[in-house]
DNA sequence: GATATATTTGAATAAATGTTCAGTGAAATA
DNA sequence: TATTTCACTGAACATTTATTCAAATATATC
């Protein structure tokens, strides 16, 4: 048996979950509050019952986004280097396990790109700065002779592109198959 | 002085300029005909005058996206690696020189992967497959042994999503600095 | 069991937005 | 110059879609 609480609390998830994949596959603007409610099977006059509106909705998925950054921070490694292949080896099993992962991808990059992001929506979206995070992990890198010269910055930016990149399609694409957390490494490494 | 014909053309252009713009900062849905009316500096009504109609109009972009991607085809090269830094230092000097450029990799993105582009756009979109034509280039330089072994088509995803990624950030971000296309071409390069 | 509280619906409302169109004036053509 | 063609406007129209709400049903509380 089930409190309503607890009932409450499901049927909020349901929303969630069912709105995340439709803000993912069609994007925010092209997402209708009738689609959500179609496919939780639920009446459009019940998801005002549990979200104030679409764009609070939004919120709420965007602040899920930002939480789940929770940045892993500088793991005990010996070099640098190994930080990025241990990051992205993990991030690549967490997404295989979790396909939502790969979906907050989208949902971030949409959120932050889009000039029709609400604005106090977008800024909410646009804490999540790992390129910035990465930037002093790659100067220590590179002191030890490990990474690539180069501005650290720019050194970081493709990095985090290419995974950007790669989380993207794996979000649409889970068929796909993931490359080797070495390969992208080498962007950054030293031969 | 310019003929009558000669003025449609260039208003023409200039709704498609300002449509491409508005796509990519916005996204398709989120952007309205008068929004895009708004910036051509002409009425509403007018636009229906040039393009049928906002779908019209969007599929023109996606078949400039398309022909845009006229393949630089297997350049003479010695081994088949210096052909993916050729084309990824032309790719990234063209982007640098015609901000247009990355603006497209958005506009395509977008329409390849959301449910909500209409069906019929969204095949167009689909013919750009880059991914699958590096596949027997990568097997030429695996044969040769300059490139990584491995699931050609894992290795050219990998390579071209990073390019996807990269341009979709400079896009939106043009005063980013853009990588060494030899650090990219490292992910598929043998060390 | 009676009452109160919470969930749920679906139709009504209101706002936004793509599209049409009758009319205006400028440019081309005769 | 007279006539026709065309670019152009902005208000009207129609559709879509977020949101509200009165009523109905289910669940909890006494």
């Known amino acids: 048996m089930e409190t309503r609480k607890e009932q409450k609390e499901r049927r909020r998830q349901e929303i969630i979950q069912v709105a995340l994949e439709l803000f993912v596959s069609k994007g925010y603007a092209a997402t209708k509050i009738t689609d ?4 939780a099977n639920m009446s459009t006059g019940l998801m005002f019952h549990y979200f104030e509106s679409k764009e609070k909705l939004y919120e709420e998925l965007i602040r899920m986004g930002l ?45 932050q790109r889009s000039e029709a992001t609400p604005e106090h929506i977008r800024e909410i979206a ?34 985090w592109c290419s995974l950007q990149g790669i989380a993207e399609r794996y979000a649409t ?12 490494v080498d962007i950054i490494r030293r031969k």
Chains 1, 2 share one sequence.
């Open 67 to 111: 939480e789940g950054t929770a940045y892993p921070g500088e793991q005990k490694c010996e070099h640098a280097i190994d930080f990025f292949v241990n990051f992205t080896e993990a991030l690549f099993a967490y997404m295989k396990e979790q396909p939502v992962v790969a979906k907050f991808f989208v949902l971030m990059a949409e959120a």
């Open 36 to 39: 959500i409610a179609k496919r």
């Open 173 to 184: 694409n889970p068929e796909m198959e993931l490359p080797d957390a070495e390969w992208l």
């Open 126 to 159: 646009m804490k999540v700065n790992v390129i910035e995070q990465f930037v002093p992990i790659i100067e220590w890198g590179q002191q030890e002779g490990t990474m690539k010269e180069g501005e650290p910055l720019t050194l970081s930016n493709a990095f």
